[in-house]
């Protein structure tokens, strides 16, 4: 009886075995879609960037942070995607010291450097605790690094779609920071310190990607200043603009450690320089007429020149 309950039961398992709908298992699917990265360098015809980064915003999961893909050079590539409803960012990936913020948003997505001292911007080894407060920024006032050149662009609203072949983004990239150069000539006693630095006043703190904005949190930027030993001082340094609505006023500040220990400043006002600049993506300013005072030595402002050693033999009789 035992032999047969069993035999009924191994029936029993053979067919339900034989009436089971049996799917094949799938391995390695490839969910994704080829997406080809094209560069129009129309705008900045002059970038040579060492390679691109692409940032997706994928539009159907708002608040998430963008997925990030590296390309190789300044003349694009292909990536491959989920298909989707996105927006993206470009930016040159060959920069130090840029630092991003509000990466849950494609609209708010910007660029911004780290806080500095006053000093470190200008690289004088110096902390002008000589000088009087009137001649010094605020204790308030922030200084933020100079940021690299940088070239970025977007493109808004793509669907991508499984079934489309070939398809394809075209970003148009532009120069994305302020080039400022300073120049001072007819410059007087500047042979007498081999220390100078600047700083330039309310100027923006970030930029905004999406739509190629300045934040409204003005900042200061320091900076060195080079001398030719003669009579002319320069410099050149990068920014990140300026809100011309509410940053209407501009003040740059020269400052030069001198060889007897004492610390000096001037100040200039360059708003009109500023704002009327005929390319606001290069900025020039030049002055004129600065007299840095000589170095007090011995009580006086000059410095004694002692003239080489004579050698005179004097024969000693022992």
Request: net charge negative.
């Amino acid at each position: 009886m035992k032999q047969v309950v069993r035999f009924i039961w191994l029936i029993a398992a053979l067919v339900l075995t034989l009436s089971c709908d049996h799917k094949e298992l799938l391995y390695d699917v490839d969910w994704t879609v080829a997406l080809n990265v094209n560069f129009d360098w129309s705008k900045a015809p002059t970038a040579n960037p060492e390679g691109m980064s692409v940032y997706m915003f994928d539009l159907d999961k708002p608040g998430t942070r963008p997925e990030r893909y590296d390309l190789i050079g300044k003349n694009g590539g292909r990536i491959k995607i989920v298909p989707g409803n996105y927006s993206f960012v470009c930016i040159n990936n060959d920069v130090e010291n840029i630092l991003f913020r509000n990466d849950r948003s494609f609209d708010d997505y910007s660029i911004y450097t780290r806080n500095i001292t006053m000093e470190s911007g200008m690289n004088i080894n110096s902390r002008f605790s000589t000088l009087t407060r009137a001649e010094l920024p605020s204790a308030d006032d922030k200084f933020i690094m100079s940021p690299d050149s940088c070239w970025t662009g977007t493109v808004r609203n793509v669907e991508v779609v499984k079934d489309e072949p070939d398809r394809s983004i075209t970003f148009v990239p532009e120069i994305s920071v302020v080039t400022i150069d300073v120049i001072i000539t007819d410059a007087l006693n500047i042979r007498y310190s081999t220390e100078f630095g600047g700083t330039l006043d309310n100027m923006s703190s970030s930029f905004r990607l999406s739509d190629r904005t300045v934040g409204t949190t003005p900042v200061y930027y320091s900076f060195p200043i080079y001398s030719d030993g003669g009579s002319t001082l320069t410099s050149s340094f990068t920014v990140f603009g300026y809100d011309p609505v509410t940053m209407r006023n501009h003040s740059l500040t020269v400052y030069a450690k001198l060889p007897d220990g004492r610390e000096w400043s001037k100040k200039f006002d360059v708003t009109d320089q500023i704002l009327n600049a005929p390319d606001q993506k290069h900025i020039v300013i030049r002055l004129s007429g600065l007299e840095v005072p000589k170095p007090i030595v011995n009580g006086s402002g000059f410095r004694p020149k002692v003239d080489d050693w004579l050698t005179k033999e004097i024969e000693v009789t022992m």
